[in-house]
């Protein structure tokens, strides 16, 4: 029997068509993963979800949590069905292809927005910050959308005509410069959490700290080290030459899977702490509010500890004026208050709309002040130190 003899072209060819091949089946295990991944998240908080988002009035925050908890699952949907479908011809895995890269494009702007807005809330009184902040969001999504433009002809599917051969899936080569479209994602969320952490910096640099701020630091680092990772892979993984690194890093979405669920669990347990403390949920991200002193949870539900220093009703005997009648002066006094979650009521100061001259009284007396209702109440402790008579 005759044995047929391959040129040495030709064997080159079959074994860089078997290497492609077995690359293409480690994206598919890996972009399996990745749905596994996003649909236990999601058995895992759905009554989170349910609780804290389906009876809450709409609101942009609401509505980006809902596109981002359902956006990848579709996405990576179609992702398995260009990965496990049989008898796909050129065109369909060409309109699957782009179509889900697409889809990715439009979910990973999402969950940049969420975080857009998660800082906006927290300056909300800072329109500079506010502006830098939409203002790179907007410019890397043009980006990479230009970029994704540039690119279009490097996803286009590739026909493999082989006697005997039977590929249930799309094919397509690793394009060299499909990298350049994780990199102002990857810049994008430096500058966020950069802006996320600043506030933090601040209060420590005086000497001071906010457990809300740590908390919020604390969330956002954790984030940012997920996204951080998965788009260093998705980037160094497109840049290298070894196929059985480049077309996972590509073809896996694992960069969408991976943030998808990250910033659900910070969106559900931003509402859950603002659960806790009855209040709503943007207050609680304005560190405006408490943002900048000292508080804990108090020992009821609702109730915080918050330490402030501010000058109180007690007068105390200075000196007689000329008639002969006795001048007060408004001493610094510790004295306990009782508030609701989130209202502050707090001594009126000298220069206000609704600031009334204190009496004057013969002798010393001190301004009493209990709870206005019994609901959970917030405990503002003032340390204060009493300044000496002349």
């Known amino acids: 029997m005759a044995t047929a003899t391959l040129s040495p072209d030709i064997l080159n060819e079959l074994n860089e068509l078997v290497r492609s091949l077995d690359a293409l089946e480690r994206a598919r295990y890996l972009s399996i993963a990745c749905t596994c991944v996003l649909a236990y998240d999601f058995m895992l908080t759905f009554g989170d979800e349910v609780r804290y988002f389906w009876n809450s009035p709409w609101s942009l925050s609401r509505g980006l949590f809902f596109l981002n908890r359902?956006?990848?699952?579709?996405?990576?949907?179609?992702?398995?069905?260009?990965?496990?479908?049989?008898?796909?011809?050129?065109?369909?895995?060409?309109?699957?292809?782009?179509?889900?890269?697409?889809?990715?494009?439009l979910a990973i702007a999402v969950i940049q927005a969420i975080i857009v807005l998660r800082i906006c809330l927290v300056y909300a009184r800072n329109r500079l910050v506010q502006s830098l902040v939409v203002g790179s969001f907007v410019v890397c999504s043009i980006i990479t959308v230009t970029l994704f433009g540039t690119l279009w002809h490097d996803l286009d599917p590739i026909a493999i005509d082989v006697p005997g051969l039977k590929i249930n899936s799309c094919t397509t080569p690793p394009s060299r410069e499909i990298w350049k479209l994780y990199v102002p994602n990857l810049v994008l969320h430096t500058i966020l959490y950069l802006a996320t952490t600043v506030p933090v910096l601040k209060l420590r640099a005086i000497g001071k700290q906010s457990q809300l701020l740590n908390r919020l630091a604390r969330d956002g680092g954790i984030f940012y080290f997920v996204v951080f990772a998965s788009a260093l892979f998705s980037t160094l993984g497109a840049l290298s030459s070894d196929m059985y690194i480049s077309v996972p890093a590509i073809y896996s979405d694992l960069l969408l899977a991976l943030s998808a669920a990250s910033i659900s669990r910070l969106m559900l347990g931003i509402r859950s702490l603002a659960a806790r403390l009855s209040v709503a949920p943007d207050?609680?991200?304005?560190?405006?509010?408490?943002?900048?002193?000292?508080?804990?949870?108090?020992?009821?539900?609702?109730?915080?500890?918050?330490?402030?220093?501010?000058?109180?009703?007690e007068l105390e005997l200075k000196s007689v004026d000329?008639?002969?009648?006795?001048?007060?002066?408004?001493?610094?006094?510790?004295?306990?208050?009782?508030?609701?979650v989130g209202v502050l009521n707090h001594p009126v100061y000298p220069g206000t709309r609704d600031y009334k001259a204190p009496p004057r009284l013969p002798k010393k007396s001190k301004a009493s002040h209990s709870a206005a209702?019994?609901?959970p109440a917030m405990?503002?402790?003032?340390?204060?130190?009493?300044r000496p008579l002349p």
């Open 373 to 375: 209702s019994d609901r």
């Open 379 to 386: 405990l503002v402790r003032q340390s204060i130190n009493r």
């Open 322 to 340: 000329d008639d002969g009648e006795p001048i007060y002066n408004r001493a610094r006094t510790p004295v306990l208050h009782t508030t609701r």
């Open 283 to 313: 207050w609680l991200l304005n560190n405006t509010e408490l943002g900048r002193v000292n508080w804990k949870p108090g020992r009821r539900e609702g109730e915080l500890i918050v330490e402030v220093e501010a000058v109180e009703d």
């Open 70 to 105: 359902y956006i990848p699952p579709c996405v990576m949907a179609v992702c398995l069905v260009a990965f496990l479908a049989p008898g796909l011809s050129v065109q369909r895995c060409s309109k699957l292809i782009h179509g889900n890269f697409l889809a990715t494009i």
